[in-house]
């Protein structure tokens, strides 16, 4: 049986630091409530003009294409995860496939938010596993200071820029993604979306002025059902395959909220040693948490190590991956 194994990855975020002190002079806040609700000290913000999300993740693909040893010319899909493109068309997927040199791929992106990469890691599996295609770049990434407004303490606090891309390559070993399980609540939009840019309400003066290009978010409604659905679907597919809590490896869960990480381990059983966190460094980059962690923890993962990875986002999306890690982290050069 064919799976799709990560055999590189790649991550990027910018050099400019926003600590939760940058953020006391713009709105009423300070680093103790931020840090104590949240578990973020600081996220990175792209500042740089006419760079955009493509960009970030141009840097994170060089990377891994350099630590597989491969060419851009041997990719033969882009799936990218993303709900801040560079434009409304063409894709970033696109985009980027001309960025790098993929002259053979073809791309697209997909929108799920803070789930974005799960849903865009469970799609270029399939495209692997079908035996269609060797090389997959599934990407996650967002650059969430182009749509945060910076008086609105309620987002402001929560968001970064940044992302990441791994390498999907078939495999018959007893390594790669095993299962997944994905779900969606589309009544979840009225609590968190962008109210204006699509065809409900197109630009115009009068969504510029209302401010209705930004994140909106009912904080507290999002946050009771981002604890219940990510840590019943993380319980869900460990019980699925047979897995106990003394089986899983590393928890990968979506960097939003400290304590919605640490109410998904509870319920799995999982010890804190055992779950990957990065929030207090990077805060909420939208589809781009988990290939960043990914990134962070590369040297520590070891071939045949179990993680759960598990993600929740607006619309309402959310899931869990179970995959089987496919190569010796500490082994890889930079």
Same mark, same amino acid.
């Given at each position: 049986?064919?799976?799709?194994?990560?055999?590189?990855? &790649?991550?990027?975020?910018?050099? %400019?630091?926003?600590?939760?002190?940058?953020?006391?002079?713009?709105?009423?806040?300070?680093?103790?409530?931020? =840090?104590?609700?949240?578990?973020?000290?600081? /996220?990175?913000?792209?500042?740089? +003009? &006419?760079?955009?999300? #493509?960009?970030?993740?141009?840097?994170?693909?060089?990377?891994?294409?350099?630590?597989?040893?491969?060419?851009?010319?041997?990719?033969?899909?882009?799936?990218?995860?993303?709900?801040?493109?560079?434009?409304? %068309? +063409?894709?970033?997927?696109?985009?980027?496939?001309?960025?790098?040199?993929?002259? *053979?791929?073809?791309? %697209?992106?997909? #929108?799920?938010?803070? #789930?974005?990469?799960?849903?865009?890691?469970?799609?270029?599996?399939?495209?692997?596993?079908?035996?269609?295609?060797?090389?997959?770049?599934?990407? $996650?990434?967002?650059?969430?200071?182009?749509?945060?407004?910076?008086?609105? /303490?309620?987002?402001?606090?929560?968001?970064?820029? $940044?992302?990441?891309?791994?390498?999907?390559?078939?495999?018959?070993?007893?390594?790669?993604?095993?299962?997944?399980?994905?779900?969606?609540?589309?009544?979840?939009?009225?609590?968190? !979306?962008?109210?204006?840019?699509?065809?409900?309400?197109?630009?115009?003066?009068?969504?510029?002025?209302?401010?209705? !290009?930004?994140?909106?978010?009912?904080?507290?409604?999002?946050?009771? !059902?981002?604890?219940?659905?990510?840590?019943?679907?993380?319980?869900?597919?460990?019980?699925?395959?047979?897995?106990?809590?003394?089986?899983?490896?590393?928890?990968? #869960? !979506?960097?939003? *909220?400290?304590?919605?990480?640490?109410?998904?381990?509870?319920?799995?059983?999982?010890?804190?040693?055992?779950?990957?966190?990065?929030?207090? /460094?990077? &805060?909420?980059?939208?589809? $781009? =948490?988990? +290939?960043?962690?990914?990134?962070?923890?590369?040297?520590?993962?070891?071939?045949?190590?179990?993680?759960?990875?598990?993600?929740?986002?607006?619309?309402? =999306?959310?899931?869990?991956?179970?995959?089987?890690?496919?190569?010796?982290?500490?082994?890889?050069?930079?």
């Amino acid at each position: 049986m064919i799976r799709a194994a990560i055999t590189a990855l &790649g991550g990027y975020v910018p050099d %400019f630091v926003m600590t939760n002190q940058e953020l006391e002079k713009l709105v009423d806040t300070n680093d103790e409530w931020i =840090t104590s609700r949240t578990g973020i000290k600081e /996220r990175r913000i792209l500042k740089e +003009p &006419g760079k955009a999300t #493509s960009d970030m993740v141009v840097i994170a693909i060089n990377q891994l294409l350099k630590k597989r040893g491969i060419g851009a010319d041997e990719i033969d899909l882009i799936v990218c995860g993303t709900i801040t493109g560079d434009l409304i %068309f +063409p894709s970033t997927a696109n985009i980027i496939c001309d960025k790098i040199g993929a002259k *053979n791929a073809w791309g %697209f992106d997909l #929108s799920a938010a803070c #789930s974005g990469f799960i849903y865009s890691l469970a799609t270029g599996t399939q495209f692997i596993e079908t035996g269609r295609y060797k090389k997959v770049i599934v990407v $996650g990434v967002d650059k969430m200071s182009a749509i945060i407004d910076y008086q609105d /303490r309620a987002t402001c606090i929560i968001f970064g820029d $940044g992302g990441g891309a791994v390498l999907l390559e078939p495999t018959t070993e007893d390594v790669g993604i095993v299962d997944f399980i994905l779900k969606s609540d589309g009544s979840g939009r009225n609590y968190l !979306h962008q109210k204006a840019g699509g065809s409900l309400n197109p630009p115009s003066h009068e969504t510029v002025n209302q401010k209705m !290009h930004y994140v909106y978010q009912e904080g507290q409604t999002v946050f009771k !059902h981002a604890v219940v659905n990510m840590a019943e679907v993380s319980a869900q597919i460990m019980e699925k395959n047979n897995l106990k809590s003394e089986d899983i490896t590393w928890l990968v #869960s !979506h960097q939003a *909220n400290k304590r919605i990480c640490d109410a998904t381990a509870k319920r799995m059983g999982v010890s804190d040693d055992k779950v990957m966190m990065n929030i207090e /460094r990077y &805060g909420n980059t939208t589809a $781009g =948490t988990i +290939p960043l962690l990914l990134w962070d923890y590369e040297k520590k993962l070891k071939k045949g190590d179990n993680l759960i990875i598990s993600a929740f986002g607006g619309g309402f =999306t959310w899931g869990s991956i179970y995959l089987k890690w496919a190569y010796d982290g500490d082994k890889v050069k930079a």
